[in-house]
């Protein structure tokens, strides 16, 4: 399975960015999908999953209300909408897919594919 991200950037703090990911190969049997951060220094953070029918889908509380994950089945391609971004939302973003995982794809160690990261940077 090959992940490729797209669409981070910098973004005045309030501004809005939709991340996409686009999944290719042997995706049968993939269960969920999920976006996570990083910064340096840091431990890779949850923000948010789908599953792979796009019927369940669960947010870290940093992010709730403010990004929405959502996924396109006809083109194999899962994108998070980020509005009123904070300056704390600042970091590399990573999509990132599995067969297996437990909770709500929340753990990152689980994951087995991963896209490329791409760059968010809100500035104040």
């Known amino acids: 399975v090959q992940l490729q991200a797209s669409g981070g950037g910098l973004v005045q703090a309030g501004g809005s960015l939709r991340l996409s990911c686009a999944a290719s190969?042997?995706?049968?049997?993939?269960?969920?999908m999920s976006w996570f951060r990083q910064n340096p220094g840091k431990e890779r953070e949850f923000v948010a999953s789908i599953s792979w029918s796009g019927g369940s889908r669960y947010y870290a509380d940093s992010v709730k209300g403010r990004f929405t994950i959502s996924r396109d089945n006809a083109k194999n391609t899962v994108y998070l909408q980020m509005n009123s971004l904070k300056p704390e939302d600042t970091a590399v973003y990573y999509c990132?897919?599995?067969?297996?995982?437990?909770?709500?794809?929340?753990?990152?160690?689980?994951?087995?594919?991963w896209g490329q990261g791409t760059q968010v940077t809100v500035s104040s």
């Open positions: 990132a897919a599995t067969r297996h995982y437990s909770g709500y794809g929340q753990y990152w160690i689980e994951y087995d594919y």
């Open positions: 190969g042997r995706t049968f049997g993939i269960q969920v």
